[in-house]
């Protein structure tokens, strides 16, 4: 069983900066996939980035959000740049192990229990 604790959310102004993070405990951290999707409300849950052997983002946030990895300290982060009020949602973090398309909510196993990020305008 995998647990992930998201954390970094917040408020910022339109054009700033925020770097979200996520430890995993349990499993072999080096061996999953990771994701992060949002939800904004009245929305469904979208993908916006994730990392295995390789990086894939939503066409939305491309240029602008970057997702990396620490094996070492068990965490994935989200750098979030150049926000935009479209970006505010609930952020989640999730983990796989299965195959199959990094954007593909369906084949993430482990779910965090989200992090709020507003962007005012």
């Known amino acids: 069983q995998v647990q992930l604790v998201e954390s970094g959310g917040g408020l910022v102004q339109a054009g700033g900066s925020l770097r979200l993070s996520c430890v995993a405990s349990?499993?072999?951290?080096?061996?999953?996939?990771l994701g992060w999707f949002r939800q904004a409300p009245g929305k469904e849950r979208e993908f916006v980035a994730g990392i295995s052997w390789r990086t894939d983002y939503a066409d939305s946030v491309k240029g602008r959000f970057t997702i990396s990895r620490d094996n070492g300290k068990n965490t994935v982060y989200l750098q979030m740049n150049s926000l935009k009020p479209e970006d505010t949602a609930v952020y989640y973090c999730?983990?796989?192990?299965?195959?199959?398309?990094?954007?593909?909510?369906?084949?993430?196993?482990?779910w965090g229990q989200g992090t709020q990020v507003t962007v005012s305008s």
């Open positions: 349990g499993g072999t951290f080096s061996t999953y996939a």
């Open positions: 999730a983990a796989k192990s299965s195959g199959g398309p990094l954007g593909l909510r369906s084949t993430y196993a482990y």
